[in-house]
C-alpha cells in the first residue's frame, strides 16, 4: 500500500492542506482490508468534512476489561468512533473492526448504540448479576457532540440510578453538566465517580492535539461545579507527551486542584497500531520544527519503541524522561492534593428489579 501523507513520504510535509477541525490528517489502510489502495488527496474536500452517524442494533452493551492496567473491569460504550477528534487517542484502532479507518474516519463516521439503556436494564435484571463499578465508557467519549441529541449516556445514568448500580465516568466534555442532577442522586448513594481528562493549558496546543474538544478553561469550571455539587471527581492527565505538553504537568494538578479535584492519574503516550502513523504525520505538518525531537523522546519513553505493548509498562513509560514526567507529577500531587481521600463505590445497594419490586422474585 501507497498513503499519500507525510509520514510516507517526508519530503513532502509541506505539500498538503491541514484538514480544518480534525486530528488525523488521513485514513491509513485498515489492517482488516484485503485489498490496498491508494489514496489521492481528493477524498478530502477542501472544507470541513461532514461527520456522519450511524445506528447499529447491538446485542450487549457491558464489555470485560481483561487489561491489568485498566482499573475498572467492565466498559461500556454507547458510541463508537469520536468526534473530539485527539490524534493520539489509542481507541482509533478499534474503528477498524467496524470496517472503517483509524485516521479521518474514526473522528467522522459515529456510530451508535440505538438501544443502549435497553441492553444495560437488561444486563442488571438477568439472574446472578453481580453488582461491580462499570466505566462509561473505557473507548471513546461517552459525552461526545452527539450526546447531546441522542442521549444515550444520559439513559445509562437513569438505568444506573434506578438500580442503584455503580458507574464511573471518564469525560472532557463539559455537557457532563447536563446531567448533574442524576450525578448528584447517584452522588447520594456513593455510585458515582467523575474523572475529567484534562491535558494542558495552552489553548493554541489543545485546538491542534485535540480540535474538537471543550476548551481547558470550560473543564476547569465544570471540574468546579461538579465538586460544589458533591459529585467525587479527579482528573486525568492523559497523555502526557514528552515536548508537547509535558512541561505543563505541575500546572494541571495545580490548577486542578484550586477547582475542586481530589485525585489525579496521568500517563504517558503510546502509539499503539495505525496511531503511530496518524501522529507522526500530524506532528510533521503541525510541529516540523521540533517532530523529530519529540518522536525521539516518546521512542525513549517505551524502550525503542511507540508501539509499546507490556502490561505495567505501556502507559508508564520507562527512561530518563518518563521518569522525570512522573517526578513532576507525584511532587505536585502531594503538593496540591495531600488531602486525597479514598473513593469506594457502594456495591450494597443495587436493586435488580429496579425499584419494580415483584421483578425480584424471579
Given amino acids: 500500500m501507497s498513503e499519500k501523507s507525510p509520514f510516507a513520504n517526508p519530503e513532502n510535509q509541506n505539500t498538503l492542506n ?72 489509542y481507541a482509533r484502532n478499534t474503528h477498524e473492526y467496524w470496517g472503517y479507518s483509524a485516521g479521518v474516519d474514526f473522528e467522522s463516521k459515529i456510530i451508535y448504540k440505538e438501544h443502549a439503556p435497553e441492553l444495560l436494564k437488561k444486563a442488571f435484571r438477568k439472574k446472578g448479576w453481580e453488582p461491580f463499578p462499570i466505566m462509561l465508557s473505557g473507548n471513546t467519549d461517552c459525552y461526545q457532540p ?111 486542584a484550586r477547582n475542586g479535584a481530589r485525585r489525579a492519574g496521568m500517563q504517558i503516550v503510546r502509539l499503539n497500531g495505525a496511531i503511530g502513523g496518524i501522529f507522526k504525520d500530524w506532528l510533521l505538518k503541525t510541529y516540523p520544527d521540533r517532530a523529530d525531537k519529540v518522536w525521539n ?7 525503542g519503541t511507540v508501539n509499546d505493548s507490556r502490561f505495567g509498562a505501556r502507559m508508564r513509560g520507562e527512561g530518563k524522561i518518563a521518569e522525570a514526567i512522573w517526578a513532576l507529577f507525584r511532587s505536585a500531587r502531594k503538593r496540591y492534593m495531600n488531602d486525597e481521600k479514598t473513593f469506594r463505590f457502594n456495591l450494597e445497594a443495587f436493586d435488580p428489579a429496579g425499584g419494580e419490586g415483584q421483578l425480584s422474585l424471579f
Avoid at 36 to 52: H, L, Y
Avoid at 161 to 167: E, G, W
Avoid at 200 to 208: I, Q, V, W
Fill in 297 to 303: 523522546q516518546i521512542v525513549e519513553c517505551h524502550g
Fill in 146 to 256: 452527539i450526546e447531546r441529541k441522542l442521549r444515550l449516556t444520559r439513559g445509562i445514568l437513569e438505568v444506573c440510578l434506578q438500580h442503584k448500580h455503580p458507574v464511573g465516568i471518564i469525560t472532557k466534555n463539559v455537557l457532563i453538566l447536563r446531567d448533574l442532577d442524576l450525578l448528584q442522586e447517584l452522588a447520594t448513594h456513593n455510585l458515582v465517580h467523575v474523572m475529567l481528562s484534562i491535558t494542558g493549558l495552552n489553548e493554541e496546543t489543545r485546538l491542534l492535539l485535540e480540535p474538537r474538544t471543550a476548551s481547558y478553561t470550560r473543564r476547569f469550571n465544570a471540574l468546579s461545579e461538579l465538586s460544589k455539587a458533591g459529585i467525587p471527581v479527579g482528573i486525568m492527565a492523559a497523555p502526557i507527551i514528552p515536548g508537547i505538553n509535558s512541561h505543563e504537568v505541575s500546572e494541571i494538578v495545580e490548577e486542578s
Fill in 18 to 89: 491541514h484538514i480544518k477541525g480534525r486530528g488525523a490528517q488521513f485514513n491509513p489502510h485498515n489492517r482488516f482490508d484485503k485489498f490496498s489502495f491508494e489514496q489521492e488527496e481528493a477524498e478530502f474536500p477542501a472544507g470541513p468534512i461532514k461527520t456522519e452517524y450511524i445506528p447499529t442494533q447491538a446485542k450487549t452493551l457491558v464489555n470485560k476489561v481483561t487489561s491489568p492496567d485498566i482499573g475498572m473491569s467492565y466498559s461500556m460504550n454507547p458510541y463508537q468512533g469520536c468526534e473530539h477528534g485527539c490524534v493520539y487517542c
